[in-house]
C-alpha cells in the first residue's frame, strides 16, 4: 500500500463549483499536511499547510484533515478554469521526509 | 523576495557524460532537499540536507549521483556517466528547517535530457 494515495484522475469540474480533491495516508504518526499545485511544466507550488484536525480556509481553498479516518481533503470554491492543474498531498510522517502522493489531476470546464 | 533558483533550466548531454545541477535555496532557508519528477510521474525524493549535512540520502538511485552543500547555502546535484534513464525534472526545494511544519518551496526545475 501506498503511503500516501491520490485519485489519479482526471477529475472534471464545471466552472463556478466546488472542487473537491481527497487524500488518504497510511496509519502512521504524522502530523503536517500539505497541498501543492503544479501547472503542466511548472514546478510545484504550496497553496495549503494543515496541522491540526478540522478546516483551515484560505480564499476559495479550504483544507480539512480527519486524522481518525486518515484522509486530507482540498476544496476549491467558485472554480476557475485557472484552477486547472495537478494537485499533489504531501504528508510528514514523524520527522522524516514528505512524501507525496501521485497527484490528481483537475480541469474546470468553461 | 527572491525565491528557490534552479540553473541551468534545461541540459542536454550525451549518454556517458556527466552533469552538474545548481540549485539556490531561499535565504535563511536551512534546509535543502532534491527531487525528481519523469514525465508524467510524481515526486522522488533524493537527498537532503540540514545545514551542509545529508542525514538522508537513501532516495539516490545509484553511485552515479552525488550532492554536496557548501556554506550551508548552494547546492550542487551531480550526476555522472549519464543513462537515458536518467532523464528527468531535477526539482530542488527549501525550508525554513527540518521541523513538523517543514513547508517546502519548489524552484523551476532543471529539465535533463539524456540522448
Known amino acids: 500500500q501506498k503511503e500516501v494515495e491520490q485519485n489519479s484522475g482526471p477529475l472534471s469540474v464545471p466552472e463556478g463549483a466546488i472542487a473537491s480533491l481527497n487524500c488518504t495516508y497510511s496509519?502512521?504518526?504524522?502530523?503536517?499536511f500539505f497541498w501543492y499545485r503544479q501547472y503542466s511544466g511548472k514546478s510545484p507550488e504550496l497553496i495549503m499547510s494543515?496541522?491540526?484536525?478540522g478546516d483551515k480556509e484560505d480564499g476559495r481553498f479550504t483544507a480539512q484533515l480527519n486524522k481518525a479516518s486518515q484522509y486530507v481533503s482540498l476544496l476549491i470554491r467558485d472554480s476557475q478554469p485557472s484552477d486547472s492543474a495537478t494537485y499533489l498531498c504531501?504528508?510528514?510522517?514523524?520527522?522524516?521526509?514528505?512524501?507525496f502522493g501521485t497527484g490528481t489531476r483537475l480541469t474546470i470546464i468553461p | 523576495g527572491a525565491g528557490v533558483s534552479q540553473s541551468p533550466s534545461n541540459k542536454v548531454t550525451e549518454k556517458g557524460k556527466d552533469v552538474e545541477l545548481r540549485c539556490d535555496p531561499i535565504?535563511?532557508?536551512?534546509?535543502l532537499y532534491w527531487y525528481r519528477q519523469s514525465l508524467g510521474q510524481g515526486l522522488e525524493f533524493l537527498i537532503y540536507?540540514?545545514?551542509?549535512?545529508?542525514?538522508?540520502k537513501s532516495g539516490l538511485p545509484s553511485d552515479r549521483f552525488s550532492a554536496e552543500r557548501t556554506g550551508g547555502s548552494v547546492s550542487t546535484l551531480t550526476i555522472q556517466r549519464t543513462q537515458q534513464e536518467d532523464s528527468a525534472v531535477y526539482l530542488c526545494?527549501?525550508?525554513?528547517?527540518?521541523?513538523?511544519?517543514?513547508?517546502?518551496?519548489f524552484g523551476p526545475g532543471t529539465r535533463l535530457t539524456v540522448l
Open positions: 504531501a504528508v510528514l510522517f514523524g520527522n522524516e521526509k514528505l512524501t
Open positions: 526545494a527549501s525550508s525554513l528547517d527540518q521541523s513538523d511544519y517543514n513547508e517546502q518551496f
Open positions: 535565504s535563511g532557508h536551512t534546509a
Open positions: 494543515i496541522y491540526s484536525n
Open positions: 540536507f540540514q545545514g551542509n549535512s545529508a542525514p538522508d
Open positions: 496509519d502512521r504518526v504524522s502530523q503536517s
